[in-house]
């Protein structure tokens, strides 16, 4: 069963720095995003990319978000300056297609937590 | 916009029995997608189950099936015969047609025992 694969699993920075999430979207799949989740709330939305450009993007991913596919296999998401409420569980997710009759397979998620 | 409500933040049912999870939605969306996503501990979000709006039959997978009623605005999942690996973290999630971004419910925790 093809897998979207998601590192680091967990990581820990301390405010202000610089983290990138990597994924590895299933091979075949056009579409991709990213949705976080902070501890004991729901899923939102992050930012949806298709034909190596943003797609959609929500109000939470401002100017110190950033996704990038830098090659054929990785899909980047950059978080500039940290802040502590960036603390949450981040997920990646592809599919073959736009529509919602496509299914939507998502990674394990990378935990990161700003000190 | 859209919002996805799950009340019911946990549920406990024994092994071999029904349990049915509510969820309900908001939109004015006439063609959409719902969908339930299992998220078992420390395990990416899988599907469960897809229904599309326009789809007056109940969608069914197996031991899952929902309940929808497009004019309650109501997405429900059943889950018969329980088993131990249905424990998990269960999501219910709205997207409307030609979208681009899943609206997700706050989920409900869901302990099968044995």
């Known amino acids: 069963e093809p897998e979207v694969t998601q590192t680091p699993s967990h990581q820990v920075t301390q405010m202000g720095q610089e983290v990138i999430l990597r994924c590895v979207p299933i091979s075949n799949h056009l579409y991709f995003y990213w949705y976080r989740q902070i501890l004991g709330q729901k899923v939102e939305f992050l930012v949806s990319?298709?034909?190596?450009?943003?797609?959609?993007k929500s109000e939470i991913f401002d100017d110190q978000f950033s996704v990038e596919r830098p090659d054929g296999s990785n899909f980047t998401l950059k978080i500039r300056s940290t802040k502590l409420e960036d603390s949450a569980m981040y997920f990646c997710a592809s599919k073959t297609g736009p529509s919602g009759a496509n299914v939507l397979t998502f990674g394990a998620g990378s935990r990161l937590t700003v000190l | 916009a859209q919002t996805v409500t799950q009340s019911q933040p946990e549920m406990s049912v024994q092994e071999a029995e029904t349990v049915t999870l509510s969820c309900t939605y908001d939109?004015?969306?006439?063609?959409?997608?719902l969908f339930w996503y299992k998220q078992p501990p420390s395990r990416q979000m899988i599907l469960v189950i897809r229904q599309e709006a326009y789809k007056q039959q109940n969608a069914t997978e197996n031991r899952f099936s929902v309940n929808f009623q497009k004019a309650a605005k109501s997405f429900s999942l059943k889950i018969s015969d329980s088993q131990l690996g249905d424990t998990a973290m269960y999501f219910c999630?709205?997207?409307?047609?030609?979208?681009?971004?899943?609206?997700f419910g706050t989920g409900t925790s869901l302990t099968v025992i044995p």
């Open positions: 939109t004015s969306e006439n063609n959409y997608y």
């Open positions: 999630a709205f997207m409307k047609h030609g979208g681009n971004q899943f609206y």
């Open positions: 990319f298709y034909n190596n450009e943003i797609s959609e």
